[in-house]
């Protein structure tokens, strides 16, 4: 990743009108592979000069703490995004600053512009996970993100507020959150990388046989890495308080099946056991957040 990475990566079009691509990255500084692959794309597309429909848009989300690599600064600017923060005239903290600025760089591309927008947010997680897609089932999101070759997971927006996909959905954007991978794997790079190529194709027309990198910048995330499709939904969230002593069972992983009674975590001294059989989400291990881990289970179709 570069040094200093500016409030907007990239920027491109090719004159022809059509819909908007917003893609986020580095929501939380210490994870930088989203950074590293729009850089990538940008990059590729300034050289080759691919023809789309529409403009694509890369944004940097906490700037500070990816200069220090580090979570958040003052609170963590995924769970910001409420109307009692968004409403403030003052920015209280580091993140309500950069949220000011990520909606600042949004306004620059008004609806009245594009018959469509899309968005897209890079994230990774602390443990070792498959690279999947979080959607809130809202506007037409559910349907766009089935056509992308990898898991889906639906619910985490209805349990956490303040997320930025929630915000960006309620202003009518359709897209969903990309989880690429473990924090500093190259694999979350290559997810990224060709989930933005893919987003690229199905929203802005981009025929990918026209950049340099492909097949391999989108065959290493759908062909190396990315499971075959399927539909979670989450059914149970541990919430932590910033007191609590919480520690992990060690071993799990992203979509690790679990057992009903099986030991998960050690919360203030106490044994947490699964009351259900299903998968673990999110296994919380690193020394911020307020979300032990999540289960989730397979969805029934509607």
Same mark, same amino acid.
């Given at each position: 990743?570069?040094?200093?990475?500016?409030?907007?990566?990239?920027?491109?079009?090719?004159?022809?009108?059509?819909?908007?691509?917003?893609?986020?990255?580095?929501?939380?500084?210490?994870?930088?592979?989203?950074?590293?692959?729009?850089?990538?794309?940008?990059?590729?597309?300034?050289?080759?000069?691919?023809?789309?429909?529409?403009?694509?848009?890369?944004?940097?989300?906490?700037?500070?703490?990816?200069?220090?690599?580090?979570?958040?600064?003052?609170?963590?600017?995924?769970?910001?995004?409420?109307?009692?923060?968004?409403?403030?005239?003052?920015?209280?903290?580091?993140?309500?600053?950069?949220?000011?600025?990520?909606?600042?760089?949004?306004?620059?591309?008004?609806?009245?512009?594009?018959? $469509?927008?899309?968005? *897209? @947010?890079? !994230?990774?997680? +602390?443990?070792?996970?498959?690279?999947?897609?979080?959607?809130?089932?809202? =506007?037409?999101?559910?349907?766009?993100?089935?056509?992308?070759?990898?898991?889906?997971?639906?619910?985490?927006?209805?349990?956490?507020?303040?997320?930025?996909?929630?915000?960006?959905?309620?202003?009518?954007?359709?897209?969903?959150?990309?989880?690429?991978?473990?924090?500093?794997?190259?694999?979350?790079?290559?997810?990224?990388?060709?989930?933005?190529?893919?987003?690229?194709? $199905?929203?802005?027309? *981009? @025929?990918? !046989?026209?950049? +340099?990198?492909?097949?391999?910048?989108?065959?290493?995330?759908?062909?190396? =890495?990315?499971?075959?499709?399927?539909?979670?939904?989450?059914?149970?969230?541990?919430?932590?308080?910033?007191?609590?002593?919480?520690?992990?069972?060690?071993?799990?992983?992203?979509?690790?099946?679990?057992?009903?009674?099986?030991?998960?975590?050690?919360?203030?001294?106490?044994?947490?056991?699964?009351?259900?059989?299903?998968?673990?989400?999110?296994?919380?291990?690193?020394? $911020?957040?307020?979300?032990?881990?999540?289960?989730?289970?397979?969805?029934?179709?509607?």
């Amino acid at each position: 990743m570069e040094k200093e990475v500016s409030r907007i990566i990239g920027e491109y079009n090719s004159g022809t009108p059509g819909p908007l691509l917003f893609v986020t990255a580095g929501v939380h500084g210490n994870e930088p592979s989203g950074v590293i692959a729009l850089q990538k794309v940008f990059r590729e597309l300034q050289q080759n000069k691919p023809k789309i429909k529409g403009t694509v848009v890369g944004v940097s989300g906490n700037r500070e703490a990816l200069k220090k690599n580090v979570r958040f600064i003052d609170e963590d600017l995924n769970r910001i995004w409420t109307q009692e923060k968004l409403d403030k005239e003052i920015p209280e903290s580091s993140e309500q600053i950069e949220m000011g600025r990520i909606i600042g760089a949004l306004n620059r591309y008004p609806k009245r512009h594009y018959y $469509k927008q899309y968005f *897209l @947010d890079c !994230h990774t997680t +602390s443990s070792e996970s498959l690279p999947y897609i979080s959607v809130q089932e809202v =506007n037409d999101n559910d349907q766009w993100a089935s056509r992308f070759p990898t898991y889906i997971v639906r619910g985490f927006s209805d349990l956490i507020t303040g997320d930025i996909d929630h915000y960006l959905s309620r202003h009518g954007l359709t897209g969903f959150v990309f989880e690429g991978g473990q924090h500093e794997s190259e694999t979350a790079v290559e997810n990224h990388e060709g989930i933005i190529w893919l987003a690229l194709k $199905k929203a802005l027309d *981009l @025929d990918l !046989h026209s950049i +340099s990198c492909y097949p391999e910048c989108v065959k290493n995330f759908t062909k190396k =890495n990315a499971p075959q499709p399927k539909t979670f939904e989450i059914v149970y969230r541990h919430s932590l308080q910033d007191e609590d002593d919480f520690k992990m069972e060690p071993g799990f992983k992203n979509f690790s099946k679990i057992e009903e009674k099986q030991l998960l975590a050690l919360h203030n001294g106490k044994e947490i056991r699964s009351d259900r059989d299903g998968y673990i989400f999110l296994p919380l291990y690193q020394s $911020k957040g307020n979300d032990g881990f999540f289960i989730i289970e397979e969805a029934k179709a509607h």
